[in-house]
């Protein structure tokens, strides 16, 4: 069942994406980026890269388009100066706030289509589906140690 679901809801929230950066001339890869800046603002490469799971090298690309774009900013850490800190510009801060409330409404709007319990499964679910994956993926993590010793 739910191998039916998941792609049908895969291709709703794509659209919904899509519709939703219509015009903005910015990827989905790029305003998760800035979304997640926008929500913790002021982190580092490493810490960036891990909240979008993405390679550093991959992570460091992006955020090369970014500063292009003018949406982020790179600036040293003051405590280790190895360290590379990314923050939004005001620019930024502003189109992030933009899809943020477009996102909002989104789901605002679905909510109010559910019924009170409805609302409570989806999100028991969910966290519950979040938990899984992250049980398979720390078990996969566990067995490359596992073999490499």
Not at 5 to 21: D, G, N, W
Not at 25 to 31: L, R, Y
Not at 108 to 118: D, F, I, M, Y
């Given at each position: 069942m739910?191998?039916?679901?998941?792609?049908?809801?895969m291709?709703?929230?794509e659209k919904?994406?899509?519709r939703?950066l219509?015009g903005l001339?910015i990827?989905?890869?790029?305003?998760n980026?800035l979304?997640?800046?926008?929500m913790?603002?002021?982190?580092?490469m490493g810490e960036l890269?891990a909240e979008?799971?993405l390679?550093?090298?991959?992570?460091?690309?992006l955020?090369d388009?970014?500063?292009?774009?003018?949406l982020?900013r790179?600036?040293?850490?003051?405590h280790?100066?190895?360290?590379?800190?990314?923050?939004?510009?005001?620019?930024g801060?502003?189109l992030?706030s933009l899809?943020?409330?477009r996102?909002s409404l989104?789901?605002t709007?679905?909510?109010?289509?559910l019924s009170?319990?409805?609302r409570?499964?989806?999100?028991?679910?969910v966290k519950?589906v979040?938990?899984?994956?992250?049980?398979?993926e720390?078990?996969?993590?566990?067995?490359k140690?596992?073999?490499k010793?």
């Amino acid at each position: 069942m739910f191998q039916e679901i998941f792609p049908k809801l895969m291709h709703y929230l794509e659209k919904e994406e899509i519709r939703e950066l219509t015009g903005l001339n910015i990827t989905p890869a790029q305003i998760n980026a800035l979304l997640i800046l926008y929500m913790h603002d002021d982190l580092t490469m490493g810490e960036l890269s891990a909240e979008t799971y993405l390679a550093e090298s991959a992570a460091t690309r992006l955020v090369d388009r970014l500063v292009k774009a003018d949406l982020v900013r790179r600036r040293g850490d003051e405590h280790d100066r190895r360290v590379v800190r990314v923050y939004l510009t005001s620019y930024g801060r502003e189109l992030a706030s933009l899809v943020f409330e477009r996102r909002s409404l989104r789901f605002t709007n679905l909510a109010n289509r559910l019924s009170p319990e409805e609302r409570e499964m989806l999100v028991l679910s969910v966290k519950a589906v979040l938990r899984v994956f992250k049980e398979m993926e720390a078990d996969l993590e566990n067995n490359k140690v596992n073999t490499k010793a």
